[in-house]
């Protein structure tokens, strides 16, 4: 409070600090680092120049003929021309809107399950219908619906399906590869140690391999599995190998007095693992989950070598055309631009998680 | 039904070749407050560990309530429903809100629908006077609630015996009381508890009887009175002399 006949020591009012001021050549060329930096930050920009040139301004978005795109520019009119057989391979055309279908299904089913107040049995139950759905709606043979055989499902839908199916079987196989892997009883944390290892230690190329070409000349007469299918066997144990890693390093960040105040209020096991323990484990292991989820979406593109149809294989496919001259740069971008999108949708959605979890941890 | 709430006869319980419970009998009739004391590694948490079976026993028999600790699994769950657990660190779900943390529990291990379970929770967390952060994190709060939040946890699953190990030893002091009272407002309500604790002040209000442990060893057991004034045992006598000089 002013009490009456205070005296107050008034601040001194000062000018603000003075700031040296230096030339602009002395900031871009002052010593050897910045000189060097400028440098290199010139040719970089130099360099983009023509890649620019090449993409936007000589580049033909609409063309009456493939011939026009002879010029050297990009030919972004190709892409329009086989937009259809990129995304959806050799699916018959009459039949595509089901192929649309399938991926605006998965689109909608990843949105309404972001969050994870939503993540319970029901919405399991949920996906696996969707998933059915799906399978149905690019197979047909029911419901009125053409049949499709798997040979001819390509493109997107594939990709998207190898990629949710694939991370979304191995989840739970990762779940119990990583418990099997702590677990106090020898047979079966041998049985998980020596599938993980397997599995980590053989490239992804060699089991699809082994899944595509090998397995129908080992299964008995009359069995067969199809290719499709099995391609998806191969993705789905690599992701689960991966996967239990990461779960397992989870689990090893987490309290052992969590489980013990489980078992002492009586939750029985495997609702406490569900509802206790792997929330958690979880939660601690956010970022490396995303990094592996978005290796494993890349690496669906892998099963062109084994024929499947996924989007990159229908991409190569589409260059092949003799009409067009030379648009494989054009095809390969646009196939990029999908995959960074879904990868880089991924990482911001893992980065929302996190900012959850610690605001939840330091209210 | 005539038996003790928790009786002990000779319980043995080695840590590989470590002995860590020398023929341990003790028991504790229906509504008793028992205090457990006694010096560091003296096997105070591995004696109320073995009571609910977070720790198995090698030798002697547990009884809780008309049960006895065994491998037949039926009776362990029977167990865990006589016996609540506080743990010195909380324990509490940090993933789960406060109100998740005390219903949750009740609807996984004993199938209590969820609107129940609530109101349940709910009015448990207000005997220990914290229902107003039920929609916390456990993150968000300080040790003391914390522990009040455990205590409330435990409670829901409806125990008929309360056992706390070193409860207040993780609090700053200033938190100490108010878990404290929360622990006597229990005992007043007639809860069977058994309590490892060096709180000499909560010992003498509260409890009806002191155990001494040492080396594993139940050495001396008696009202408060007597175990801090005129104890038998001089290991007894020197423990206590050393906490009535720290306190
Ligand atoms: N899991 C375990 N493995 C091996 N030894 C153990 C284990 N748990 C406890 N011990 C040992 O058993 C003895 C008794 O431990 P206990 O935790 O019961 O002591 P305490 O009386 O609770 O001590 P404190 O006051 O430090 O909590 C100690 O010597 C301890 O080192
Ligand atoms: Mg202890």
């Not at chain 1, 000062?14 to 930096?37: E, M, N, W, Y």
């Not at chain 1, 892997?181 to 980590?200: C, F, Y």
């Amino acid at each position: 409070m002013n009490a009456p006949g205070a005296v107050y020591n008034y601040i001194e009012p000062q000018l603000p600090p003075h700031i040296a001021r230096k030339p602009l050549l002395k900031i871009v060329f002052g010593d050897f680092l910045s000189a060097t930096l400028t440098i290199v930050a010139i040719a970089i920009i130099l360099s983009i120049l023509p890649v620019l040139n090449w993409a936007l301004i000589n580049a033909h978005w609409n063309v009456a003929s493939p011939a026009e795109c002879q010029d050297g520019g990009a030919c972004w009119a190709f892409i329009r021309a086989k937009a259809r057989l990129i995304m959806f391979g050799l699916y018959p055309p009459g039949e595509q809107w089901r192929a649309v279908a399938v991926i605006l299904l998965i689109l909608a089913m990843i949105l309404a399950s972001l969050s994870p107040r939503l993540w319970n049995a029901k919405l399991l139950a949920v996906w696996a219908t969707a998933i059915g759905v799906m399978l149905i709606l690019m197979g047909g043979g029911i419901a009125g619906l053409r049949f499709v055989p798997t040979s001819k499902w390509g493109g997107l839908p594939v990709t998207l399906l190898l990629a949710v199916l694939s991370l979304g079987l191995a989840f739970p196989l990762a779940v119990l590869l990583a418990l099997g892997r702590r677990s106090p009883l020898p047979v079966i944390r041998s049985i998980s140690v020596a599938v993980i290892e397997l599995v980590r230690g053989l490239p992804l190329v060699g089991l699809l391999f082994v899944a595509a070409i090998l397995l129908p000349l080992l299964l008995p007469a009359g069995w067969t599995i199809d290719k499709l299918g099995r391609t998806l066997a191969a993705l789905t144990i690599f992701a689960a190998a991966y996967l239990a890693e990461v779960i397992r390093g989870g689990l090893q960040g987490l309290d052992d007095g969590q489980i013990e105040a489980a078992e002492a209020l009586g939750i029985p096991y495997w609702k406490m693992i569900w509802h206790i323990v792997l929330p958690q484990a979880i939660q601690n292991v956010i970022p490396p989950l995303t990094n592996t989820a978005i290796v494993m979406v890349k690496n669906t593109s892998l099963v062109l070598i084994v024929g499947v149809f996924d989007m990159l294989s229908a991409a190569r496919s589409a260059t092949t055309d003799p009409a067009w001259p030379a648009p494989s740069t054009e095809a390969y971008m646009f196939v990029a631009l999908i995959y960074f999108l879904i990868c880089f949708g991924i990482s911001l959605y893992s980065r929302h998680l996190e900012l959850k979890v610690s605001a939840r941890a330091h209210g | 039904m005539s038996r003790n709430a928790i009786e002990l006869q000779g319980v043995e319980k080695f840590y590989g070749g470590f002995h860590a419970l020398k023929r341990a009998s003790l028991s504790v009739s229906l509504g008793e407050r028992v205090v457990v004391c006694g010096p560091s590694g003296s096997g105070k948490s591995t004696i109320i560990r073995c009571i609910n079976r977070l720790e198995k026993h090698d030798g002697g028999r547990i009884f809780v309530g008309d049960v006895e600790l065994g491998d037949d699994l039926r009776n362990l769950d029977a167990v865990r429903r006589e016996a609540g657990m506080v743990f010195q660190q909380f324990n509490l779900f940090p993933h789960l809100t406060v109100m998740e943390n005390c219903a949750l529990p009740q609807i996984l291990s004993r199938g209590t629908r969820r609107k129940a379970a609530e109101e349940n929770a709910r009015a448990y967390l207000d005997r220990v006077h914290i229902l107003d952060q039920a929609e916390k994190y456990p993150g968000q709060l300080s040790g003391g609630q914390k522990q009040r939040v455990a205590i409330a946890r435990a409670l829901c699953m409806r125990p008929k015996i309360m056992l706390f190990d070193e409860p207040t030893s993780a609090l700053d002091p200033e938190m100490i009381h108010e878990v404290l009272d929360a622990m006597t407002e229990l005992a007043e309500g007639g809860m069977t508890m058994m309590v490892v604790t060096h709180e000499m002040g909560f010992a003498r209000s509260v409890a009806d009887r002191v155990v001494y442990m040492e080396a594993g060893e139940i050495v001396e057991t008696g009202p408060p009175k007597e175990m801090f004034g005129n104890a038998r045992d001089p290991r007894t006598q020197r423990f206590m002399s050393t906490i009535a000089a720290s306190a």
